[in-house]
DNA sequence: TCCTATATGGAGATATCCTCCACTTCGCAA
DNA sequence: TTGCGAAGTGGAGGATATCTCCATATAGGA
């Protein structure tokens, strides 16, 4: 890509993170452009979904996320890790207002951070199954549905963490093998 | 009502009825407008909202499915009749494409049907709760909320009974009391 | 039959998305 | 350096959708 490219793909991550965290993740795109100092058409030319441009405006979160997770492996117990991971899916998620529904296709968009969370959470959940810890029947996809379930309950009202860890625990607890 | 009016009113449903399920949640109202021999007008008049047609439109298939739950009442235990009531809740979501965004909404419109499909849904709650089988902390919109979310996740794809069924019993599993 | 509250339709104002293309800029090769 | 082709740009405007305004029509009671 050549320098000038690279500049205004930064300009346009940098304007969507904070539009988005100000009105949502379902505002009008022109107003991102706007703020980047830059024409729709290179921002759409760049990121031709709105999901493709959440999927990079989340990558550096996403990514930082899944390095912590990563990187506490060894000091929590395979369920309490996967519970964990979830419930900070799920405050990451409620960042930006509406992601939730979106949150599928999002993880699905193969941006660096993305694709990283979806391995660490593949990865913690595999560690679990092995264990014998969790049903064996249970699948990354259900897990991003609880996610976005967890994220709808609470994404509206504000930021409700005891709400949130709650929720988590129950349906955390629903995937346990007794 | 004035009859032409109520009249139109009903052209209106069934139009909106047979547009809906060939092409979506989302098609363009016009076209239903024009289905239904009626002006753009008198279509937004009747139902200010998307959500306010999509509920009338619905109305009558809820209606059925409450009454069909409440009437398998004594059949069921506590826990196998909420499971039940989500799985078919999530299937009739599933029915219009691009419903499940609305689930929400739609319920609340306060149509007969989606008041008796709520009001049905609370009493299965409840009477689980007191039953001493499902945690007393989870609410109906948290119910509302998983629906959405395995709506979501398995609305694009057909033939999806298994997976819609498998995560109804995952969430079912996180709210029972162990 | 008349009269008026009620209802109608569709043109068009407004909003958003997205593309087209004439023009600019980068950066390599000579 | 300079020239030049490939890469990139912006914003006007087409396409699509939503929703309203208001001149006109009509049901149905008096």
Same sequence: chains 1, 2.
């Avoid at 519970?83 to 296709?105: D, I, K, M, P």
Wanted: aromatic residues 6%.
């Amino acid at each position: 890509m050549r320098a000038d490219a690279q500049r205004n793909r930064e300009r346009i991550l940098a304007a969507a993170e904070e539009v988005f965290l100000e009105r949502g993740a379902n505002v009008v795109l022109d107003e991102v452009a706007k703020r980047a100092g830059v024409g729709v058409a290179t921002l759409y030319r760049r990121f031709p979904t709105r999901e493709d441009l959440l999927a990079a405006a989340y990558s550096a979160r996403f990514e930082t996320f899944a390095e912590t997770s990563r990187r506490r492996d060894a000091e929590l117990d395979p369920v309490s890790a996967l519970r964990l991971y979830l419930e900070e899916l799920v405050q990451h998620t409620n960042v930006y207002r509406g992601l939730a529904a979106s949150l599928g296709t999002v993880l699905q968009v193969g941006t660096p951070g993305c694709a990283a969370t979806s391995k660490e959470g593949l990865r913690l959940l595999e560690r679990a199954q092995r264990a014998g810890v969790v049903r064996l029947d249970v699948t990354f996809d259900d897990l991003v549905c609880v996610a976005t379930a967890i994220s709808l309950a609470t994404g509206q009202h504000t930021s409700s963490k005891v709400r949130i860890s709650h929720l988590v625990d129950m349906f955390t607890e629903g995937m346990v093998v007794r």
